[in-house]
């Protein structure tokens, strides 16, 4: 039978997309993600550890890009992602996500549901950046993961704007 403890052996404690990205900056995401916590690091923690303690262990779930790549390499198959977002979904509904985290969210949710306001801040989100300072970008208590690495320049077309000039009248009611 398996152990909670012979699954994060078997799993590697680790995230496999981090791993392949940048290795390096993956372990120190890892140390910085959850040196405050004294609990079983990576995928396989993220699920188990609020089951010991939701509140002391509820920003865990987030700590995931929801890739599903650890899914793919769990050894006993269990579907990682989806228990993930389920601790997730739990941690909202308890109230427990920080208030700069809970406006973030219901902001990004009332922008991708209304197109016309995602165009506009599409737009002006490019010019934005530009002028951004650079500490708030790559500050090391907002941004961690900014710290080891650049964003890449903004694309001066978006994807909507290429599309909308490059479709032609076969694909264009497709």
Not at 124 to 139: E, I, K, V
Request: with cysteine; hydrophobic share 40%; proline share 7%.
């Amino acid at each position: 039978m398996f152990t909670a403890r012979s699954i994060t052996l078997a799993a590697d404690n680790r995230c496999p997309t981090a791993d392949q990205v940048n290795a390096e900056a993956a372990e120190r995401l890892y140390v910085e993600n959850f040196k405050d916590y004294d609990c079983i690091i990576g995928p396989i923690g993220i699920i188990l550890d609020p089951t010991f303690d939701e509140f002391k262990y509820s920003e865990l779930p987030y700590h995931s890009t929801l890739c599903g790549s650890c899914s793919d390499v769990c050894p006993v198959k269990i579907d990682i992602g989806d228990q993930i977002l389920k601790w997730r979904r739990v941690m909202a509904a308890k109230g427990y996500l920080p208030l700069a985290k809970r406006l973030s969210f219901a902001v990004a949710g009332h922008v991708f549901g209304h197109p016309e306001e995602y165009h506009v801040v599409e737009k002006a989100a490019g010019p934005m950046l530009d002028h951004t300072p650079h500490f708030l970008l790559y500050n090391r208590s907002l941004n961690p993961w900014g710290r080891d690495r650049e964003l890449p320049a903004v694309a001066k077309q978006t994807f909507r704007d290429w599309y909308v000039a490059n479709r032609t009248p076969d694909n264009a009611d497709q």
